[in-house]
């Protein structure tokens, strides 16, 4: 996904200098992001209401903070750096997106009453997508690991 964003960009003539001020602005709305989930663990720790959604949310923060740092790395740098930053940002994009949605459907699970099967089934739904993005994460690796990948160059 990421590499056919980068040939419609490479397609579209689009600068350098263009990509690294769209960076900026995403990076922006990330960094955004991120404050306003440190502020939402901070509060659910205060009010001493941790639960595993918050833990699927810590999990999600970390790798949205590799993430940016992977994407800042990539454009704003030259190799090895920018190496790095492709890497981070390969193998951070998916975890972000699972792991809201894990922190989301444990939400859920906690507002349902424990012995609804609405409940139970929701949990199903969670280790569904937990296998999911186990899945998704063994075939990237097994990609980018493989023989795939060494004639790509950066």
């Given at each position: 996904?990421?590499?056919?964003?980068?040939?419609?960009?490479?397609?579209?003539?689009?600068?350098?200098?263009?990509?690294?001020?769209?960076?900026?602005?995403?990076?922006?709305?990330?960094?955004?992001?991120?404050?306003?989930?440190?502020?939402?663990?901070?509060?659910?720790?205060?009010?001493?209401?941790?639960?595993?959604?918050?833990?699927?949310?810590?999990?999600?923060?970390?790798?949205?903070?590799?993430?940016?740092?992977?994407?800042?790395?990539?454009?704003?740098?030259?190799?090895?750096?920018?190496?790095?930053?492709y890497?981070?940002?390969?193998?951070?994009?998916?975890?972000?997106?699972w792991?809201?949605?894990?922190?989301?459907?444990?939400?859920?699970?906690?507002?349902?009453?424990?012995?609804?099967?609405?409940?139970?089934?929701?949990?199903?739904?969670?280790?569904?997508?937990?296998?999911?993005?186990?899945s998704?994460?063994?075939?990237?690796?097994?990609?980018?690991?493989?023989?795939?990948?060494?004639?790509?160059?950066?």
């Amino acid at each position: 996904m990421f590499l056919a964003a980068l040939h419609i960009m490479v397609d579209l003539d689009v600068s350098l200098d263009v990509i690294r001020k769209a960076s900026v602005g995403t990076a922006v709305l990330e960094v955004i992001g991120l404050l306003l989930a440190v502020f939402r663990l901070w509060f659910r720790f205060r009010i001493r209401r941790l639960w595993w959604e918050d833990a699927w949310a810590f999990a999600a923060f970390v790798f949205a903070t590799n993430y940016l740092t992977g994407n800042w790395l990539y454009v704003h740098y030259g190799k090895p750096a920018s190496t790095v930053g492709y890497w981070l940002t390969i193998l951070s994009s998916n975890p972000v997106i699972w792991l809201v949605r894990h922190s989301t459907l444990f939400s859920v699970a906690r507002i349902i009453y424990p012995s609804l099967t609405l409940r139970r089934m929701v949990l199903g739904i969670a280790l569904m997508f937990f296998l999911l993005f186990v899945s998704f994460m063994v075939e990237k690796l097994w990609y980018f690991c493989g023989s795939g990948w060494h004639g790509f160059v950066l």
